[in-house]
């Protein structure tokens, strides 16, 4: 039943921690080593919608700005943990100096967000649509509590770090929020059993996971079912989807 929606008119949100890896994985310069990008391309073929929101957006290119500005520094010189996108490229030993051609791949000097969208829309039609009206709908204490659990996990995630960026914590809670009540809210209008739903978070982020885990202990049985889709459960159900 799960397949059989998913991979009929199923729609699935992805968040950074599923993009940020998709963006890494095309230093490879052999296609067959980019599993990911495999896997999507698959899933579009049998008929799975992927989504990205503007926050999102957002976030992928501050990323980006940031893994720039680290590939500027002398080594040993940058504050913090170097950006993953910037980490993956010195793993393949190219030069750091090349590190602002290929991130140009993905984005020129101009509108650069409309960029990373138009990317990820021509290689693996990832199209933009929001969220942040659909989570309006979410009851008020669900909501509160969701951005409290957030803003927890954001704080306990940078408390060891030395570069804390208030407006930036901000954003990412509220993208985070936004996109996980936005897909439950869409989930309500589906009368479905829960593995048979339409709308899906896919995400690599454990903390998502333990939120989770967080809300079905202080809501008990008025917990809305869970939007997270696993990577693992979208691979494994490539088994018995329609491109099998």
Known sequence: NATQKLFSHGKVWLDTTVLLPLFAEQIEEDPDRRKLTKLFNACVRSGVEFRVTDGVIQEINAHMNNAVQCSKVMPGAWEGRTPFLYDQYLQTGKPPIEFRKWISLFRGKERQDEDISQYLTDLFDIKRENLEDAAKEIDETLKIAAERLWTDAHKKRRRNSTQIYDETTRMLIKHDTETYLGVIALRKKEEVTELGYRHWLLTLDKIAWE??????????????????????????????????
Do not use: A, H
């Open 211 to 244: 939120i989770r885990d967080s809300l079905k202990k202080e809501f008990n049985e008025n917990t809305p079912t869970s939007p997270l889709l696993s990577l693992s459960f979208l691979l494994n159900n490539t088994i018995f989807g329609p491109m099998r």
